[in-house]
């Protein structure tokens, strides 16, 4: 009885399982999703994400670059970095060589090659779980990590279906934050009215609910996107509320120092000031409490309160939490000094920076300031050359690069220019004194044959064979060497140096006899002093200077073709120092006396005797006519119809070269044919372009570095090539004269008498071939001969 109670309770438990079982279709489902894949894609892509989230420098990017730092010359420097307002480049890039680097999307994330797979192998997992019924509890979570790994993939379309469809199922567990993306996905594609509305609705329910995290990530969405479209006031429109309404003090400070950036590029320095000395009255983070300090230590220098300015970056210095930042605070103390005419101790404090910090950015700020010190305040030329040519090799921005290469070529026509006066005068000297030329010319042979000769006795004590001998000479050498490298230091001018020294230095060069006239060579000479007046005016900014040479040219050279030009380069000298009644009357002599010179009528608009030609004033436009173009052309490159998107980027270029728009179509062109088409030569032709058109702009300065080394680059492949192949024509002489048949040594006496039988024989064979010869010619003149008769009696 027992036993049938039993099996009958077993049957209906059974069966109670069985029902809860067939009932239950949504742990089945589960169960026959492939756990085990969507385990895997959700760890791989939260792993991908977190290393995508922790690249990133500046969550004020609307499309930002992401980089691991830049490395530049074999050293890695990372510095964080925040949305400079107004510029589409949050962080420098850097050229990609061939095979080096892919994953890189124009305007987008740039990942690495790794993080880049990854995210396809998230989406190739995902793609298997929604192969499945929608009833399945993974199906949200597989549509919101495939759609958010398309957006990091720059795949913007894409993402957004994915989002739409999870939007679709209803009220998910992501519902609030998949409308975030869809919004971002809306703006990135353009439709910017649908994306601030669904942002804008994510910012009131997610503040509502008290969902901080969301709140804070849609409102430095707008913000960033706000910036992006160069809308400033809106953009500070929205800083200011956002700190009205949030409590999460630590993204407060980022916020507040944001806004302080976009108040400095607005030139409004007393709300930026404000702004940043706000950021310390939150929780900013150890990197955003320093950039908001030294920022607010160099607004009080910019608005005359240097010696609060001073007190705080000394204050700053000290501290030592900020002892990883001290280079920096040294370079803005170095400009304070600077600016209150404290040269010593500012080249002091910039030569430290030089000297200590060699492998940061700051080391080539330093240098770069050096060379302006060097080249403002103490006029010594030679020793700004030198800074401003360290520059280049440093670590140095590429702002501050492409302005010291400015500085080392105006200074390159400055040292030309001098040697041009130099020969010109010594050439001058040689027509009036012969006998100058003569006695430069034997005192030159002398020093010459001098260095001819230490020269061979050094070739000789290198060839020697002896240890000693090469150890006596190297240490020789060495002290020839050490000697003068300090006579070069000692006499930096070269007056103290001996004709010998200068030749070793390639200071001098042999006297040459003029062979034009003392007349020629007085108006190159005045013609090279108009152009070092104007470098000085110009260029060099050194009026006094300028001043200098014009009156030299008008004193000494009045009668030379450049007079015209000098008198009104003097004139417009006398305009700048204020001085109009000067100036006037150097425009009334050109005005009067030379009136078929071109300066003429130039002169006399300045006197207003001539009225200038009326300027069209260009109609205001709200939108820039390229804006249109632009968008049409991103669009089909996010199409990924490339051709026809460099196509359009280039008639940009070709239709409105003064757009903002040309500058964009040339980088986004240069980056289709570097990331997409790897056509690393196209590339490289269009930033070409960018730097040598709209030289130190943005765009172009954000691929110069790259260009550069690009360049750098085909030119040690060249010189590789070259040198591979004169190794291989080297080989193949040695080769060839290896390959010589070598005659053996044989004594003399032998010798002549080999030589004598040779000559015998040879005799003998010349004798019987000449015998020959005289035969056969014999009996060809008696054949002809015969045949010459035959045809006589013929005839007759």
């Known amino acids: 009885m027992t036993y049938k109670k039993t099996k009958k309770l077993f049957v209906q438990a059974s069966l109670l399982f069985l029902v809860v079982a067939l009932s239950s279709c949504g742990v089945w489902t589960d169960?026959?999703?492939?756990?085990?894949?969507?385990?895997?894609?959700?760890?791989?892509?939260?792993?991908?994400?977190?290393?995508?989230?922790?690249?990133?420098?500046?969550?004020?990017?609307?499309?930002?670059?992401?980089?691991?730092?830049?490395?530049?010359?074999?050293?890695?420097?990372?510095?964080?970095?925040?949305s400079q307002p107004g510029s589409q480049f949050g962080a420098q890039q850097q050229f990609t060589q061939p095979g080096l680097q892919t994953g890189v999307q124009p305007g987008g994330i740039q990942l690495s090659g790794s993080l880049s797979q990854d995210l396809t192998k998230v989406i190739e997992k995902c793609s298997k779980i929604l192969q499945y019924e929608t009833g399945s509890s993974y199906f949200p979570d597989a549509l919101f990590m495939t759609g958010k790994a398309f957006y990091y993939q720059s795949e913007y379309a894409r993402a957004q279906r994915k989002f739409v469809e999870l939007a679709g199922l209803g009220d998910t567990k992501y519902r609030l934050e998949n409308k975030l993306w869809l919004a971002k996905t809306h703006l990135q594609l353009h439709?910017?009215?649908?994306?601030?509305?669904?942002?804008?609705?994510?910012?009131?329910?997610?503040?509502?609910?008290?969902?901080?995290?969301?709140?804070?990530?849609?409102?430095?969405?707008?913000?960033?996107?706000?910036?992006?479209?160069?809308?400033?006031?809106?953009?500070?429109?929205?800083?200011?509320?956002?700190?009205?309404?949030?409590?999460?003090?630590?993204?407060?400070?980022?916020?507040?120092?944001?806004?302080?950036?976009?108040?400095?590029?607005?030139?409004?320095?007393?709300?930026?000031?404000?702004?940043?000395?706000?950021?310390?009255?939150?929780?900013?983070?150890?990197?955003?409490?320093?950039?908001?300090?030294i920022e607010y230590a160099r607004?009080?220098?910019?608005?005359?309160?240097?010696?609060?300015?001073?007190?705080?970056?000394n204050e700053i210095r000290y501290a030592g939490k900020f002892k990883n930042y001290v280079d920096q605070v040294m370079i803005e103390l170095g400009r304070i000094y600077y600016e209150k005419n404290e040269t010593k101790l500012a080249v002091d404090i910039f030569r430290e920076v030089d000297s200590t910090f060699k492998m940061n950015p700051t080391s080539g700020i330093a240098q770069a300031k050096l060379g302006e010190i060097y080249k403002i305040k103490i006029r010594d030329y030679d020793s700004s050359y030198k800074y401003y040519n360290k520059?280049?090799?440093?670590?140095?921005?590429?702002?501050?690069?492409?302005?010291?290469?400015?500085?080392?070529?105006?200074?390159?026509?400055?040292?030309?220019?001098?040697k041009e006066l130099n020969d010109l005068s010594q050439q001058l000297n040689y027509i009036l004194n012969p006998t100058r030329y003569m006695q430069d010319s034997i005192e030159y042979d002398i020093a010459y044959r001098q260095f001819l000769e230490e020269n061979r006795r050094i070739l000789e004590s290198q060839n020697s064979t002896t240890n000693n001998q090469n150890q006596t000479d190297a240490a020789s050498e060495v002290r020839r060497q050490q000697s003068l490298q300090q006579n070069q230091k000692a006499n930096s001018n070269n007056k103290n140096l001996s004709l010998y020294q200068l030749i070793l230095l390639g200071k001098v060069k042999k006297p040459e006899r003029p062979y034009i006239s003392a007349d020629s060579v007085g108006t190159i000479y005045a013609k090279s002093l108009y152009g070092l007046g104007s470098l000085f005016f110009s260029e060099l900014d050194v009026p006094d200077s300028a001043y200098f040479y014009y009156n030299k040219i008008l004193t000494e050279y009045q009668n030379k073709p450049v007079k015209v030009q000098t008198l009104y380069a003097l004139g417009i000298y006398y305009e700048t120092m204020k001085d109009t009644v000067k100036a006037d009357s150097l425009f009334k002599i050109i005005y009067d006396n030379y009136e078929k010179d071109p300066l003429r009528i130039a002169a006399g608009e300045k006197l207003g005797l001539i009225k200038k030609e009326e300027k069209k004033s260009a109609a205001k436009k709200d939108e820039d006519p390229a804006e249109n173009f632009y968008l049409e052309a991103e669009k089909k490159y996010y199409?990924?119809?490339?051709?026809?998107?460099?196509?359009?980027?280039?008639?940009?270029?070709?239709?409105?070269?003064?757009?903002i728009f040309a500058q964009k179509s040339l980088t986004y062109a240069g980056m289709i044919y570097e990331k997409d088409l790897k056509m690393y030569d196209s590339a490289a032709a269009f930033y070409g372009i960018l730097v040598k058109d709209y030289v130190g702009t943005p765009y172009a300065n954000s691929v110069l570095p790259k260009y550069t080394e690009y360049q750098n680059e085909r030119i040690k492949v060249k010189m590789e090539n070259d040198a591979k192949q004169k190794e291989l024509e080297e080989k193949k002489k040695e080769s060839e004269s290896k390959n010589e048949i070598t005659k053996p040594i044989i004594p003399q006496a032998e010798t002549q008498k080999q030589i004598a039988v040779k000559d015998t024989s040879a005799v003998n064979d010349t004798l019987i071939k000449s015998r020959l010869n005289r035969l056969q010619l014999l009996e060809r003149l008696k054949t002809n001969s015969d045949t010459t008769k035959k045809k006589l009696e013929y005839l007759k």
């Open 391 to 418: 520059v280049a090799i440093s670590l140095a921005p590429a702002d501050i690069k492409t302005e010291s290469i400015k500085h080392t070529r105006d200074l390159d026509k400055y040292f030309l220019n001098r």
């Open 31 to 82: 169960f026959n999703t492939y756990f085990n894949t969507y385990y895997n894609a959700k760890t791989l892509f939260e792993r991908t994400e977190e290393e995508i989230l922790k690249q990133k420098k500046d969550i004020f990017a609307f499309r930002e670059t992401l980089t691991q730092g830049s490395q530049i010359q074999g050293v890695q420097t990372t510095y964080p970095i925040l």
């Open 299 to 313: 607004l009080l220098k910019e608005l005359n309160r240097v010696e609060e300015s001073e007190s705080e970056l």
């Open 191 to 293: 439709d910017f009215d649908q994306g601030l509305s669904l942002i804008e609705e994510v910012k009131e329910e997610s503040l509502k609910d008290g969902e901080e995290k969301l709140f804070n990530d849609a409102a430095i969405t707008k913000i960033a996107f706000f910036e992006f479209r160069e809308e400033y006031q809106k953009a500070i429109n929205e800083c200011i509320y956002y700190l009205s309404v949030s409590k999460d003090d630590e993204t407060n400070a980022l916020v507040s120092y944001q806004l302080g950036k976009i108040y400095l590029f607005l030139n409004d320095k007393e709300n930026a000031l404000k702004a940043f000395e706000k950021v310390l009255k939150y929780s900013p983070t150890f990197d955003i409490e320093f950039q908001s300090r």
């Open 639 to 659: 199409d990924k119809n490339y051709e026809d998107a460099i196509k359009s980027f280039r008639e940009i270029y070709n239709n409105y070269p003064k757009s």
